[in-house]
């Protein structure tokens, strides 16, 4: 290697062949004619004029790739020129350059020449007429503008009108990438909630409809496969049930139809008595402690005590929470009791029925159980999580000691629900 720099020249555009052919071809017509922009100059002879011409039109092929070179170079044949007799083709084609030079080069060139070429214009009018003192000097500051200052500005509207376009167009293309962002996380999360809610409502009838089943096929008792097969019936019944009302909403998500689907926590009774039945061969009893507080039950009432309200979503999530705790215990846990308690923190301070926690933690016995058990995915577990974080919650699940605890805070605030 000899060290020596090659400078790659690219080459020129189309247009920019048929431009400076034109160009030329313009100025040898004009120049073969004898017209000339400044006839009375005869210091040079007349076909000295055509060296300007010339060195501009080659430049022309080069206005788009090196914009400042050009400009430098056909700033020098104008000065030129104007020591012969001159061409008009030449005055035309720098103007052209000057525009190139604003459209094509650099930001920074192209901010700068608008200003500089509209100062030489005013330099040169003021210095004009202060030589000459005539009314015909002020000509002379208009032709510089024309020759400079006008392609200068030409050509900085252009590009500001370019820049914009793309701008706008960049701004579209991100707009349309973040909707269709927006739109693929929509679908995920519409997703992985009807996935929750499927597991939810579905699991707990198909676990039930296992074990039983196995019961009734591993014990050789008909009073026990009777059992087992009402218990299977029921959950069965139970569970398509769930099917049809999940399939309406899917297929119609009408107001009243989604207030009937949506569980709350009214419904946990009803809920742990089909537990009992289902968990009643594994030795399993299911307890309710509900510590929320609440008004009392009037005398005689067929109702229990009434709770402080709860945003629907905390609800759902409280509700689904249990259920899959309770689905989970009759697939895992040993003979003993299941507790279900609820209990509710209030905000420092005290305050009316907003704010505060919802605890809800349910604790079922941890070891080996007789008969059959129903495999597990771990797929509870997630949606707990999910239906607790969604909620801006805290979730926890594991063994303490002989006992499976389920443990999940979920925020009352209506700002903290956001989902």
Not at 157 to 181: C, G, K, P, S, W
Not at 354 to 366: I, N
Not at 368 to 388: N, V
Request: aromatic share 4%; proline share 6%; with cysteine.
């Amino acid at each position: 290697m000899d060290g020596s720099v090659t400078l790659k020249i690219p080459p020129p555009h189309r247009d920019d062949v048929l431009l400076a052919g034109c160009s030329v071809a313009a100025g040898l017509l004009l120049w073969s004619l004898g017209v000339h922009s400044s006839p009375g100059r005869d210091l040079l002879p007349a076909w000295a004029a055509l060296v300007p011409l010339l060195v501009l039109g080659a430049m022309e092929l080069l206005r788009r790739s090196m914009p400042r070179l050009t400009l430098a170079v056909g700033t020098a044949g104008l000065i030129a020129d104007q020591f012969t007799v001159g061409n008009l083709a030449t005055v035309l084609i720098f103007t052209d350059l000057m525009y190139a030079a604003v459209v094509y080069g650099k930001p920074a060139m192209a901010r700068r020449l608008p200003v500089q070429t509209g100062l030489i214009t005013v330099a040169v009018t003021i210095a004009a007429v202060a030589w000459l003192r005539t009314p015909q000097a002020l000509l002379i500051g208009v032709v510089t503008g024309i020759v400079s200052f006008g392609p200068a500005l030409t050509g900085a509207t252009l590009r500001n009108h370019r820049e914009a376009a793309v701008a706008a167009r960049l701004r579209a293309e991100q707009t349309a990438l973040l909707a269709e962002m927006d739109r693929s996380q929509a679908v995920v999360a519409e997703r992985a909630r009807m996935a929750r809610e499927l597991h939810d409502m579905v699991a707990n009838h198909l676990s039930a409809i296992a074990i039983h089943s196995t019961a009734a096929l591993s014990i050789d008792s008909p009073a026990t496969s009777r059992e087992a097969l009402g218990v299977i019936r029921e959950n069965s019944v139970q569970g398509l049930a769930e099917m049809r009302r999940l399939i309406g909403l899917l297929r119609d998500a009408g107001a009243g139809q989604e207030a009937v689907a949506t569980p709350s926590l009214d419904g946990l009774d009803a809920l742990l008595e089909q537990a009992r039945t289902n968990g009643a061969a594994s030795g399993l009893d299911f307890v309710l402690r509900d510590d929320r507080p609440g008004e009392a039950a009037e005398a005689g009432g067929t109702r229990g005590p009434t709770r402080d309200p709860l945003p629907a979503p905390v609800e759902l999530a409280a509700y689904r929470i249990v259920q899959e705790s309770l689905t989970n215990a009759l697939k895992h846990a040993a003979p003993g009791a299941v507790t279900v308690r609820l209990a509710r923190d209030r905000p420092a301070g005290g305050g009316r029925a907003g704010g505060g926690a919802l605890h809800v933690v349910v604790e079922s016995p941890y070891g080996e159980r007789p008969g059959p058990r129903a495999p597990g995915s771990g797929a509870g577990l997630i949606g707990m999580r999910e239906r607790t974080e969604l909620l801006g919650g805290a979730f926890e699940a594991g063994r303490a000691d002989a006992v499976w605890r389920v443990r999940a805070t979920l925020p009352v605030e209506e700002e903290a629900v956001r989902a």
